[in-house]
């Protein structure tokens, strides 16, 4: 009787069909709140997500492939053209995570289920747990406010996007032209940027850019930032798209002329931090290329500078303030600042609460968007650390959850790179220019960075896990265990 039941329709539809009901509900009850007609915006909306949905399904290499520029330029959108464009990558996360959903229930059905890393699974579950539990914050009304939610979303995004890239279909496929796609607009990217050193501050005014919003500078240098909102995001895109070029193309000509390129991109940007990522790239290209000695040189050295450079900006000044209490800190006198924003030792174990500091409670003071006035005014405190800005969040033990999945990640890229695989090359260069950047920018919440970072090292990985597999199919490899 039981076999009779699960071969029939409706029990191997159940799945799809309480998926299905559920967003016909939502719908009916977005309708019943907002009048017969939806909104026009509502309406584009649906429309994305259901392309990107049947994008994912039918065509996943492309589908993956377009967002690496979509989310490059969603920044350029929303200065020019459409201010409100913000939500656009939600919408894309969201139909992307129900397309894979979609697949992993045809895979389960099928017996041909291609399952995540479970020890990855259990540090995402944690900590989505830490950050829904929000146990710093207390249990009160209060804690679970709009700052908790945007808190909550900013770090989930970038691990459903893991998620995702580990759970495409064809992940080879996928991997080749993802990657080709972050190389193509990082070049973009950076030409642009060169570009602005060309045109000057006061051009980039006239076009329609804001000073002390997207132009900086120091002294009379420009520091460029592309189609990005300032010039440390800039910089750490195309750190990616240099790590890309290193790990993935051929030497040879295009390698040259892209890496080159990209590389002059990142100087016009002016940002200590990727001097240093450029410095650990090389030192892990190095390795790859079995130069022990050089590359334990160059690693050390990276190291060394890495502690020196967080350190050192500890006592640093800047001119940007934030508000702790009724006085003011510099942005970057961070030993201050974080003390402000840490609290406590009593704070430490579970932090002072999701979205009471940093980019959550900044984005929380606003709608869809903000104008220059608006953001130049923000007076949120702000922790200028991945590290410390998770401990405010959720504590050391959301750190050492946190660590401990960058571990994982970086232990199963390193094992796909000793196999010879461009795809475990790949995944250590974006997990390590994520993880140094991180060192003083909050960019494990960052968009369009942790973004891509996460989805490519998804797809890396997958990419990287098939590839062993023909490899121990063929012989050429032991199967593990």
């Known amino acids: 009787m039981q076999q009779r039941l699960a071969a029939l329709p409706l029990a191997q539809d159940a799945p799809l069909l309480l998926v299905g009901g559920f967003l016909t509900v939502l719908l009916a009850a977005a309708t019943a709140a907002m009048g017969p007609a939806l909104p026009l915006g509502g309406l584009l909306a649906l429309l994305v997500f259901v392309l990107v949905v049947v994008a994912f399904v039918a065509v996943p290499h492309i589908a993956v492939?377009?967002?690496?520029?979509?989310?490059a330029v969603l920044p350029l959108v929303k200065t020019f053209w459409l201010p409100s464009a913000g939500p656009i990558k939600e919408v894309v996360a969201l139909a992307a995570l129900a397309a894979v959903a979609l697949l992993t229930i045809e895979r389960h059905r099928g017996k041909a289920r291609a399952p995540v890393d479970t020890f990855l699974a259990a540090c995402i579950i944690g900590l989505f747990a830490l950050y829904i539990a929000n146990i710093g914050g207390g249990f009160s009304g209060g804690a679970y406010g709009l700052a908790w939610a945007h808190g909550v979303r900013l770090m989930a995004e970038p691990l459903l996007l893991l998620l995702i890239g580990l759970s495409v279909e064809q992940p080879r496929l996928v991997f080749q032209w993802a990657t080709a796609s972050l190389v193509g607009t990082a070049f973009v990217v950076a030409v642009y940027g060169i570009l602005q050193q060309v045109i000057g501050p006061s051009g980039?005014?006239?076009?329609?850019?804001?000073?002390?919003?997207?132009?900086?500078?120091?002294?009379?240098r420009l520091r460029s930032f592309g189609t990005l909102d300032d010039p440390f995001l800039y910089a750490g895109f195309l750190s990616f798209g240099l790590a890309a070029v290193l790990f993935w193309m051929r030497r040879g000509p295009w390698a040259i002329v892209a890496g080159s390129v990209i590389a002059v991109g990142i100087a016009?940007?002016?940002?200590?931090?990727?001097?240093?990522?450029?410095?650990?790239l090389l030192g892990i290209w190095l390795v790859t290329q079995r130069r022990t000695a050089p590359a334990i040189f160059v690693l050390s050295a990276t190291v060394i500078a890495s502690l020196v450079l967080f350190f050192t900006t500890a006592s640093g000044t800047e001119s940007r303030t934030v508000q702790a209490g009724n006085t003011y800190l510099t942005l970057n006198g961070r030993t201050d600042a974080w003390r402000v924003a840490l609290g406590g030792p009593i704070d430490w174990p579970f932090g002072l609460g999701v979205g009471k500091v940093g980019t959550a409670a900044e984005r929380a003071t606003f709608e869809l968007s903000r104008t220059a006035e608006q953001a130049r005014a923000s007076k949120v405190e702000a922790v200028d650390s991945g590290y410390f800005a998770t401990i405010a969040d959720v504590g050391v033990l959301g750190l050492a959850l946190l660590l401990t999945l960058l571990g994982r990640l970086f232990m199963?890229?390193?094992?796909?790179?000793?196999?010879?695989?461009?795809?475990?090359?790949?995944?250590?260069?974006?997990?390590?220019v994520l993880i140094l950047d991180a060192l003083t920018r909050a960019s494990f919440q960052g968009?369009?960075?942790?973004?891509?970072?996460?989805?490519?090292v998804g797809v890396a990985l997958a990419s990287g896990a098939v590839e062993?597999?023909?490899?121990?199919?063929?012989?050429?490899?032991?199967?593990l265990g």
Do not use: K, N
């Not at 980039?204 to 009379?220: C, E």
């Not at 940002?271 to 990522?277: C, G, M, P």
């Open 204 to 220: 980039l005014v006239a076009l329609g850019y804001t000073w002390d919003v997207q132009i900086q500078v120091i002294g009379d």
């Open 412 to 432: 199963l890229a390193r094992a796909y790179a000793d196999l010879g695989l461009a795809s475990g090359r790949v995944a250590m260069g974006l997990l390590i």
């Open 468 to 479: 062993r597999a023909e490899l121990e199919e063929h012989g050429r490899l032991r199967p």
């Open 65 to 71: 492939a377009a967002l690496i520029p979509l989310f």
């Open 447 to 456: 968009f369009p960075t942790a973004f891509i970072a996460m989805l490519m």
């Open 268 to 280: 016009c940007g002016l940002v200590r931090t990727s001097a240093l990522i450029v410095v650990a």
